[in-house]
């Protein structure tokens, strides 16, 4: 009977093991904030500043999703990621095209202050906007800066910028960029302008996905928030900042959870009742030549 206690014992405590390990890239350099999801939705974390993960509350059995700027997305059963190897894409970059006598801006998106905020909880998250590649802006093909209203209750939160392509579906792909643009965004409500021309990051033919992503990072955390998960009771932290969305009469934008993008109509309300307010994150565009 003894016998057969403590190996129910040991299967609990192993099914219950947290799971840790490192992300690197071909050369076995470290990737620092790379998102990891478990992909049923109930925990993720961010690497550190050594590619070190932790995630106490995941399975061995869990499939965890990492994904981090300008690497294929990968997949694999939490007991197996020790050491993770993401394998880089190819971004070409375009010549930066100055003109001698004028420089032109202009801003897209009407990104601007609205009571409606959007804030993840305690899991990573993308929420991303498209801007379509037209006419109007045919003479301006440089980003220049990002535009993001926020509301943080912390005094320095970090967030990471993520400029992609559009696939065959419709949906966020590859990035722009390799290295990643992490910013701090202040406490309250604030409207951040972040420059990145420097990037050299060059509209695609059919538009750009511009998206905010959170980090679990300590810096991050907010309050402490419950959550169950396999019969377990488990403690964890609400992360910042939150981001203001703003009415729209028809949303461009995804969301990224646990692994995949989804459209952002699909998050309207279900009540049938409830007033339908069709929503994009605050987020434009100031684009040069």
């Not at 959170?214 to 810096?219: A, H, K, P």
Request: with cysteine; glycine share 4%; charged share 20%.
């Amino acid at each position: 009977m003894r016998k057969i206690l403590f190996l129910l014992m040991f299967i609990s405590m192993y099914g219950q093991a947290q799971v840790s390990g490192k992300v690197v890239n071909q050369d076995q350099k470290p990737i620092q904030y790379t998102n990891i999801w478990v992909q049923d939705g109930s925990d993720g974390t961010t690497t550190d500043s050594l590619g070190l993960f932790n995630i106490p509350t995941a399975l061995a059995t869990d499939t965890l999703v990492f994904n981090a700027s300008g690497y294929e997305m990968f997949k694999e059963e939490a007991q197996n990621t020790e050491q993770v190897v993401l394998q880089a894409y190819e971004i070409p970059q375009p010549a930066l095209i100055r003109l001698p006598e004028k420089y032109l801006h202009h801003t897209i998106g009407d990104a601007h202050y609205e009571n409606m905020y959007f804030q993840p909880g305690n899991v990573p998250y993308m929420y991303g906007r498209f801007f379509e590649n037209n006419d109007e802006i045919k003479d301006v093909q440089f980003v220049d800066r990002v535009i993001f209203y926020t509301k943080s209750a912390v005094a320095d939160a970090t967030v990471k910028i993520r400029l992609m392509r559009m696939d065959e579906y419709g949906c966020p792909s590859n990035d722009l960029l390799i290295t990643p643009i992490i910013t701090s965004v202040r406490r309250g409500n604030r409207k951040n302008v972040i420059k990145v021309l420097e990037h050299n990051v060059k509209l695609p033919k059919d538009g750009i996905f511009v998206a905010i992503e959170w980090l679990m990072t300590e810096n991050n955390q907010f309050r402490p928030a419950n959550f169950v998960k396999a019969e377990h009771l488990f403690e964890d932290y609400r992360y910042q900042p939150d981001v203001m969305n703003n009415k729209v009469e028809k949303t461009t934008s995804f969301r990224y959870m646990h692994g995949e993008w989804f459209p952002n109509d699909q998050f309207q309300p279900r009540n049938p009742n409830a007033p339908r307010e069709i929503v994009d994150p605050a987020i434009g565009l100031i684009l040069s030549n």
